[in-house]
């Protein structure tokens, strides 16, 4: 599994990081950090964030 996350898209609203931590955190700065290669078996905490993200921002590719 591999997570896109669109930057450009992005405002950093972080409802990402409470459905899947282990995959998302707020960086120092703000801004939103991503494990861009996650362990398959947080894939449905990954499916949660994405239906999450206010702006469709996260996208999933097997």
Do not use: K, T, Y
Request: proline share 5%; with cysteine; hydrophobic share 40%.
């Amino acid at each position: 599994m591999r997570v896109v996350v669109d930057m450009n898209r992005c405002q950093d609203h972080g409802q990402c990081v409470f459905a899947a931590p282990d995959v998302f955190r707020m960086g120092g700065d703000g801004h939103l950090v991503h494990d861009s290669a996650p362990d398959d078996a947080l894939r449905d905490e990954v499916e949660e964030a994405a239906d999450v993200c206010p702006l469709q921002a996260i996208r999933i590719e097997d």
